[in-house]
């Protein structure tokens, strides 16, 4: 997410913290750890990954430990990094709430369709040649192509599914970014797309999402995809062009999925997949071996009464 280039004192001053390197550093971006870059600011709040903070691209770290500074980075040192993240994306990107069926900075091409009953939010780009059915809900900071299709209820921008547990209660990361839809995709109906927390969701061209689908944030589907209903995609996972997840397919957080990949119905995907295979199973394989496998399963009762006879 882009600021307004803002120096390291400033940003300790806006959050009342303690700061370590050159104060006049400018900083250009608030960001996740996955999608840091140079001017941006990222947060850490476990020792665990206090390593990846400090050595990735980002310019500075809101950290809750003082530690030694990288070279030509900027620490700010904060009790609570996660909250006072929330702030910041407040701050800079305040979510500014619409009250009319169609909000402020909205722009609609040529010979698109809007049903009456759908919601546009604020800053919102939509095509040429697009059909919006029936109590869609588009939510701020959505990007939407030409020859898009969206079904009655589904919803494109909510906030991401993403807490920190604070023992009696979850605190909400907030949710500063948006969603980009490309050209010819077509978003069944009760599908829900969430936005992104720093960056954008993104459905590349020509991907076709059945009913009921699931889309986390931050995440990004390739082109030429292909989702059946009930696919649940959680949040920062990459996956490639020309993949098929068919139905009730679960994908864990943080994965990568190349092009070509077809992961077969009810299967549970907890790790990266390989391009051009086909997978099934929970957790997924590939599918021949794990028919294979559960093939042979069948004989194990057979196995163990041949063995209690011996």
């Avoid at 939510?139 to 993403?162: K, M």
């Avoid at 807490?163 to 599908?191: M, P, Q």
Wanted: with cysteine.
């Amino acid at each position: 997410m882009k600021i307004k280039p803002t120096s390291l004192k400033q940003i300790a001053e806006l959050l009342q913290a303690e700061f370590v390197g050159d104060e006049n550093l400018m900083l250009t971006g608030i960001n996740e750890i996955h999608v840091v870059k140079p001017g941006d600011i990222v947060f850490t709040d476990h020792p665990k990954y206090y390593d990846k903070a400090l050595n990735s691209p980002a310019s500075a770290v809101i950290i809750n430990q003082k530690v030694s500074c990288p070279e030509g980075k900027g620490l700010i040192i904060s009790d609570n990094p996660f909250t006072d993240f929330n702030r910041l994306i407040n701050l800079f990107n305040p979510y500014d709430l619409n009250d009319h069926a169609v909000g402020n900075n909205v722009s609609i091409g040529q010979n698109t369709f809007i049903h009456p009953t759908a919601v546009i939010g604020n800053n919102v780009t939509i095509g040429d040649n697009v059909v919006i059915h029936p109590n869609v809900t588009i939510y701020n900071n959505t990007v939407i192509g030409n020859n898009v299709i969206i079904h009655a209820n589904s919803v494109i921008g909510a906030d991401g599914f993403y807490y920190k547990n604070r023992g009696d209660s979850f605190e909400r990361l907030i949710s500063g970014g948006g969603v980009i839809i490309e050209d010819f995709v077509e978003i069944g109906a009760l599908t829900t797309i969430d936005r992104g927390v720093t960056e954008m969701t993104r459905i590349g061209a020509h991907t076709k999402i059945d009913n009921h689908v699931q889309i986390g944030h931050d995440t990004s589907v390739g082109n030429h995809c292909l989702f059946a209903a009930h696919v649940a995609v959680a949040g920062c996972v990459n996956i490639g062009n020309n993949v098929t997840l068919w139905g009730q397919v679960g994908v864990a957080s943080g994965l990568n999925i190349a092009d070509n990949v077809t992961v077969l119905a009810q299967s549970g995907v907890g790790k990266d997949l390989e391009e051009g295979k086909t997978y099934f199973g929970s957790p997924a394989e590939e599918a021949r071996t794990k028919m294979k496998e559960i093939a042979s399963l069948k004989n194990l009762p057979k196995i163990i009464a041949e063995l209690a006879q011996k």
